[in-house]
């Protein structure tokens, strides 16, 4: 099980290009829509301004969670309330 697969033809850039932005996926916890909010990496700093002034642009809602499952797994892991 390879996450990207292994494809021949040199597209190192590229993989490089898409490692390099990851898109930050919030979720409304209003209506649920579920919208690319930034792209990571970005400095901690930036992102939490970021995240804490976003709105959904469905409903104009500013509660968002983490959609990106691999970030909520480590949000999750850290407060654990269950
Ligand atoms: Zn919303």
């Given at each position: 099980?390879?996450?990207?697969?292994?494809?021949?033809?040199?597209?190192?850039?590229e993989?490089?290009?898409?490692?390099?932005?990851?898109?930050?996926?919030?979720?409304?916890?209003?209506?649920?829509?579920?919208?690319?909010?930034?792209?990571?990496?970005?400095?901690?700093?930036?992102?939490?301004?970021?995240?804490?002034?976003?709105?959904?642009?469905?409903?104009?809602?500013?509660?968002?969670?983490?959609?990106?499952?691999?970030?909520?797994?480590?949000?999750?892991?850290?407060?654990?309330?269950?």
């Amino acid at each position: 099980m390879s996450k990207a697969g292994t494809h021949t033809g040199g597209g190192a850039a590229e993989r490089a290009e898409a490692k390099e932005r990851q898109p930050f996926r919030g979720v409304c916890t209003a209506c649920g829509h579920v919208w690319t909010v930034a792209y990571l990496p970005m400095p901690i700093p930036v992102f939490v301004r970021t995240a804490k002034s976003a709105r959904c642009p469905n409903c104009g809602g500013d509660k968002i969670n983490v959609a990106d499952e691999a970030i909520a797994q480590t949000v999750s892991e850290n407060g654990e309330t269950s």
